[in-house]
């Protein structure tokens, strides 16, 4: 089992709220990890979103627009990425991270189209 | 104003070596550990290795474990990744920086093919 799964693609319209959800294993608690939000476009580097550490502290990216937020929902064992009003910009991958057992790992990413 | 430079990727045979290079400015580097991180063609992000502020850490993913080693050079603000053996599957580009701090450079590219 992965240790972050998230959904292969997601579309939504302009305008549209988008929610992207990032599954931590089972048997790993996502209250006791920080979990990372980066955007990528092709031929772009990594874009830092934002941050949800372990004790609850958000980081928010430079630059950042407000209305990227997120979570952590104990519940589902997951970390929330939550995109108010999408923009055609916002198309793009977006990849959850953690550092796990003495590596970084990313989720499998996120397509987000928007049309 | 953080920049991180990366520099060393090319057109590499089956086999071959490579060391990359990332020159960082902009922030205190021996505060921060640092991260190599790749992009392969239709694949997502994938982490490559991680190195302690002071070097006495290192962890790395295990496809490139006795192959890849990480390194840094403190008083040059640099950090290094001498990639040996390389193989089709470690054509990407590969970014430098700090996961944790959202710092990362352009990349620089790595195509391993006969």
């Known amino acids: 089992q992965a240790v972050l799964t998230q959904p292969s693609s997601l579309s939504a319209s302009p305008g549209a709220p988008a929610s992207l959800t990032c599954t931590l294993r089972?048997?790993?608690?996502?209250?006791?990890?920080?979990i990372y939000w980066y955007q990528q476009k092709p031929g772009s580097p990594p874009q830092y979103l934002l941050g949800?550490?372990?004790?609850?502290?958000?980081?928010?990216g430079s630059g950042v627009p407000s209305r990227f937020s997120g979570s952590k929902d104990a519940s589902a064992n997951a970390g929330i990425l939550f995109i108010s009003g999408l923009q055609s910009e916002d198309e793009a991958d977006y990849y959850c991270l953690t550092w796990h057992n003495n590596a970084w790992v990313f989720g499998g990413g996120t397509k987000l189209t928007v049309l | 104003e953080v920049q991180l430079v990366e520099s060393g990727g090319d057109l590499v045979q089956p086999g071959g070596s490579l060391r990359l290079s990332c020159a960082a400015s902009g922030f205190t580097f021996t505060s921060y550990w640092m991260t190599w991180v790749r992009r392969a063609p239709g694949k997502g992000l994938e982490w490559v290795a991680t190195?302690?502020?002071?070097?006495?850490?290192?962890y790395y993913v295990d496809s490139v474990k006795g192959r890849f080693t990480i390194s840094r050079d403190n008083a040059k603000n640099s950090l290094y990744l001498q990639m040996n053996s390389l193989r089709a599957e470690d054509t990407a580009v590969y970014y430098c920086?700090?996961?944790?701090?959202?710092?990362w450079g352009q990349g620089t590219q790595v195509t391993v093919s006969s």
């Open positions: 920086g700090s996961p944790r701090y959202g710092h």
């Open positions: 089972s048997g790993d608690n996502v209250d006791s990890y920080d």
């Open positions: 949800f550490t372990s004790n609850s502290h958000k980081q928010r």
């Open positions: 190195i302690k502020e002071d070097g006495s850490e290192k």
